[in-house]
Protein backbone atom coordinates (compact mmCIF):
# COMPACT_ATOMS: atom_id res chain seq x y z
CA UNK A 1 0.00 0.00 0.00
CA UNK A 2 0.98 3.13 -0.59
CA UNK A 3 2.21 6.59 1.02
CA UNK A 4 0.91 9.71 -0.94
CA UNK A 5 2.34 12.89 0.07
CA UNK A 6 1.01 15.98 -1.16
CA UNK A 7 1.90 19.46 -1.33
CA UNK A 8 -1.19 21.91 -0.29
CA UNK A 9 -1.19 25.18 -1.52
CA UNK A 10 -1.95 24.53 -5.43
CA UNK A 11 -2.37 21.47 -5.49
CA UNK A 12 -5.26 20.59 -3.67
CA UNK A 13 -6.60 24.37 -3.24
CA UNK A 14 -6.65 27.30 -5.34
CA UNK A 15 -4.39 29.74 -3.30
CA UNK A 16 -1.64 29.97 -5.48
CA UNK A 17 -2.53 33.36 -6.46
CA UNK A 18 -4.13 34.83 -3.21
CA UNK A 19 -0.49 34.39 -1.63
CA UNK A 20 0.84 35.88 -5.07
CA UNK A 21 -1.34 39.08 -3.90
CA UNK A 22 -0.73 38.99 -0.57
CA UNK A 23 3.06 39.08 -0.55
CA UNK A 24 2.85 41.85 -3.58
CA UNK A 25 0.79 43.53 -0.82
CA UNK A 26 2.98 43.17 1.86
CA UNK A 27 5.91 44.46 -0.30
CA UNK A 28 4.21 47.17 -1.60
CA UNK A 29 3.60 48.21 2.44
CA UNK A 30 7.31 47.90 3.20
CA UNK A 31 8.37 50.27 0.59
CA UNK A 32 8.72 48.15 -2.18
CA UNK A 33 7.93 47.50 -6.00
CA UNK A 34 8.49 43.63 -6.54
CA UNK A 35 6.66 42.82 -9.62
CA UNK A 36 4.30 39.46 -8.87
CA UNK A 37 5.08 37.26 -11.61
CA UNK A 38 8.40 37.21 -9.55
CA UNK A 39 6.44 36.95 -6.27
CA UNK A 40 4.40 34.02 -8.27
CA UNK A 41 7.23 31.84 -9.26
CA UNK A 42 8.25 31.89 -5.42
CA UNK A 43 5.35 30.94 -4.14
CA UNK A 44 6.04 27.52 -3.01
CA UNK A 45 8.86 28.22 -0.96
CA UNK A 46 7.88 29.04 2.93
CA UNK A 47 7.63 32.76 4.10
CA UNK A 48 11.18 31.99 5.66
CA UNK A 49 13.08 32.00 2.12
CA UNK A 50 10.27 33.99 0.10
CA UNK A 51 11.21 37.16 0.93
CA UNK A 52 15.12 36.68 0.10
CA UNK A 53 14.21 34.85 -2.82
CA UNK A 54 12.37 37.75 -4.54
CA UNK A 55 13.66 40.80 -3.07
CA UNK A 56 17.49 39.76 -2.16
CA UNK A 57 18.74 39.27 1.25
CA UNK A 58 19.40 42.65 2.12
CA UNK A 59 15.71 43.36 1.86
CA UNK A 60 15.31 40.04 4.20
CA UNK A 61 17.38 41.45 6.49
CA UNK A 62 16.39 44.47 6.89
CA UNK A 63 12.18 44.32 6.31
CA UNK A 64 11.74 40.31 6.26
CA UNK A 65 9.92 40.19 9.45
CA UNK A 66 7.63 43.40 8.48
CA UNK A 67 6.99 41.92 4.85
CA UNK A 68 6.08 38.69 6.79
CA UNK A 69 3.61 40.04 8.93
CA UNK A 70 2.09 42.03 6.50
CA UNK A 71 1.86 39.03 4.03
CA UNK A 72 -0.19 37.40 7.44
CA UNK A 73 -2.22 40.52 7.64
CA UNK A 74 -3.40 40.86 4.14
CA UNK A 75 -3.85 37.12 3.34
CA UNK A 76 -6.14 36.48 6.45
CA UNK A 77 -8.09 39.13 4.27
CA UNK A 78 -8.22 36.52 1.41
CA UNK A 79 -8.63 33.86 3.20
CA UNK A 80 -12.39 33.78 2.14
CA UNK A 81 -11.93 32.95 -1.38
CA UNK A 82 -9.96 29.70 -0.44
CA UNK A 83 -11.79 26.86 -3.01
CA UNK A 84 -10.72 23.41 -3.37
CA UNK A 85 -8.73 22.57 -6.63
CA UNK A 86 -10.65 20.28 -9.19
CA UNK A 87 -10.21 16.65 -8.30
CA UNK A 88 -8.76 17.17 -4.79
CA UNK A 89 -11.25 15.67 -2.73
CA UNK A 90 -12.19 13.02 -5.37
CA UNK A 91 -8.80 11.62 -5.41
CA UNK A 92 -8.41 11.51 -1.79
CA UNK A 93 -11.64 9.91 -1.25
CA UNK A 94 -10.36 7.04 -3.57
CA UNK A 95 -6.81 6.68 -2.22
CA UNK A 96 -7.82 6.77 1.34
CA UNK A 97 -10.88 4.03 0.01
CA UNK A 98 -7.94 2.25 -1.72
CA UNK A 99 -6.23 1.71 1.79
CA UNK A 100 -3.54 4.49 0.63
CA UNK A 101 -2.05 6.66 3.80
CA UNK A 102 -2.33 10.30 2.90
CA UNK A 103 -0.04 13.04 4.21
CA UNK A 104 -0.26 17.02 3.53
CA UNK A 105 3.50 18.38 4.01
CA UNK A 106 3.11 22.07 3.29
CA UNK A 107 5.58 25.19 3.62
CA UNK A 108 2.91 26.78 4.98
CA UNK A 109 2.05 27.73 8.94
CA UNK A 110 -0.33 25.35 10.99
CA UNK A 111 -2.79 27.35 10.57
CA UNK A 112 -2.95 28.58 7.45
CA UNK A 113 -3.01 24.82 6.81
CA UNK A 114 -5.95 23.82 9.01
CA UNK A 115 -8.00 26.52 7.33
CA UNK A 116 -7.09 25.40 3.81
CA UNK A 117 -8.08 21.60 4.58
CA UNK A 118 -11.00 22.54 6.79
CA UNK A 119 -12.67 24.12 3.10
CA UNK A 120 -11.05 21.12 1.50
CA UNK A 121 -12.91 18.76 3.98
CA UNK A 122 -10.39 16.39 3.60
CA UNK A 123 -10.50 16.05 7.54
CA UNK A 124 -10.15 12.24 8.19
CA UNK A 125 -8.70 11.59 4.96
CA UNK A 126 -5.69 12.69 5.48
CA UNK A 127 -3.48 10.64 8.16
CA UNK A 128 -0.40 13.03 8.97
CA UNK A 129 -0.04 17.04 8.34
CA UNK A 130 3.06 18.49 8.63
CA UNK A 131 4.08 22.14 8.09
CA UNK A 132 6.57 24.71 7.84
CA UNK A 133 5.80 25.41 11.97
CA UNK A 134 6.97 21.40 12.48
CA UNK A 135 10.17 21.81 10.50
CA UNK A 136 13.41 23.76 10.51
CA UNK A 137 13.67 24.64 6.65
CA UNK A 138 10.67 24.84 4.03
CA UNK A 139 10.33 23.51 0.48
CA UNK A 140 13.23 23.30 -1.59
CA UNK A 141 14.54 21.60 1.52
CA UNK A 142 12.71 18.15 2.05
CA UNK A 143 12.12 18.80 5.56
CA UNK A 144 8.08 19.00 5.63
CA UNK A 145 8.36 16.01 3.40
CA UNK A 146 10.73 13.23 5.25
CA UNK A 147 8.78 14.48 8.40
CA UNK A 148 5.49 13.46 6.87
CA UNK A 149 6.95 10.37 5.94
CA UNK A 150 8.57 9.51 8.99
CA UNK A 151 5.25 10.40 10.66
CA UNK A 152 3.37 7.93 8.44
CA UNK A 153 5.22 4.91 10.04
CA UNK A 154 5.81 3.61 6.41
CA UNK A 155 6.87 -0.11 5.84
CA UNK A 156 8.99 -0.53 1.98
CA UNK A 157 5.77 0.31 0.04
CA UNK A 158 5.93 2.82 -2.62
CA UNK A 159 5.82 6.36 -1.50
CA UNK A 160 5.14 9.48 -4.17
CA UNK A 161 4.39 13.05 -3.88
CA UNK A 162 2.43 15.02 -5.60
CA UNK A 163 3.05 19.07 -5.77
CA UNK A 164 2.94 22.14 -7.79
CA UNK A 165 6.29 24.20 -8.31
CA UNK A 166 9.22 22.92 -8.70
CA UNK A 167 10.26 22.99 -4.95
CA UNK A 168 8.03 20.47 -4.47
CA UNK A 169 9.47 18.44 -6.99
CA UNK A 170 12.78 18.99 -5.47
CA UNK A 171 12.24 18.40 -2.13
CA UNK A 172 10.88 14.93 -3.18
CA UNK A 173 13.69 14.63 -5.21
CA UNK A 174 16.63 14.95 -2.11
CA UNK A 175 15.05 11.81 -0.92
CA UNK A 176 14.44 9.97 -3.63
CA UNK A 177 10.86 10.34 -3.82
CA UNK A 178 9.07 10.08 -7.44
CA UNK A 179 6.85 13.31 -7.57
CA UNK A 180 3.77 13.82 -9.78
CA UNK A 181 3.28 17.72 -10.80
CA UNK A 182 0.15 19.51 -11.33
CA UNK A 183 -0.32 22.74 -13.11
CA UNK A 184 -2.92 23.82 -11.12
CA UNK A 185 -0.18 26.09 -9.17
CA UNK A 186 1.07 27.81 -12.71
CA UNK A 187 4.13 26.16 -13.64
CA UNK A 188 4.55 24.65 -16.64
CA UNK A 189 5.27 21.19 -17.68
CA UNK A 190 8.61 21.77 -19.23
CA UNK A 191 10.06 23.02 -16.16
CA UNK A 192 8.50 20.60 -13.91
CA UNK A 193 9.72 18.20 -15.51
CA UNK A 194 12.94 19.56 -15.78
CA UNK A 195 13.06 19.93 -12.25
CA UNK A 196 13.11 15.93 -11.96
CA UNK A 197 8.64 15.19 -11.92
CA UNK A 198 7.97 11.72 -13.23
CA UNK A 199 4.66 12.49 -14.85
CA UNK A 200 2.91 15.62 -15.23
CA UNK A 201 -0.51 16.25 -15.29
CA UNK A 202 -2.72 19.33 -15.59
CA UNK A 203 -4.62 18.73 -12.37
CA UNK A 204 -5.48 16.00 -10.22
CA UNK A 205 -8.55 15.05 -12.03
CA UNK A 206 -6.13 13.82 -14.17
CA UNK A 207 -5.14 11.27 -11.96
CA UNK A 208 -8.38 10.06 -11.29
CA UNK A 209 -9.16 7.00 -13.40
CA UNK A 210 -5.74 6.29 -13.04
CA UNK A 211 -4.18 3.27 -10.75
CA UNK A 212 -1.09 4.19 -8.49
CA UNK A 213 0.88 1.97 -9.89
CA UNK A 214 0.90 3.46 -12.82
CA UNK A 215 1.42 7.25 -11.83
CA UNK A 216 5.20 6.37 -12.13
CA UNK A 217 5.79 5.90 -15.72
CA UNK A 218 7.51 2.88 -17.12
CA UNK A 219 11.41 3.98 -18.02
CA UNK A 220 11.21 5.24 -21.40
CA UNK A 221 7.59 6.67 -21.63
CA UNK A 222 6.54 9.90 -21.75
CA UNK A 223 6.76 11.81 -18.23
CA UNK A 224 3.66 14.05 -19.15
CA UNK A 225 -0.06 13.70 -20.41
CA UNK A 226 -1.31 13.90 -24.20
MG1 LIG B 1 2.26 24.35 -3.72
Redesign the pocket.
Known sequence: LAVIIF?????LVDT?YLHTMAWSRAFADCGLDVPTWRVHRA??MGGDRLVAAVAGEAVERAAGDQARERWSHWYEELKDRIRPLPGALDLMQRLHADGCTLAVA??GSRDDTEDALAVLGSGRLVDVVVTGDDAKDTKPAPDVLELALDKTGHGSGPVLAV???V??VQAAGRLDIPCIAVRT?GFGQAELTDAGAVRVVDDLTDLLELPTSEWVPAAGAPAHDQ
Open positions: DLDGTTVGSSGDTYDG
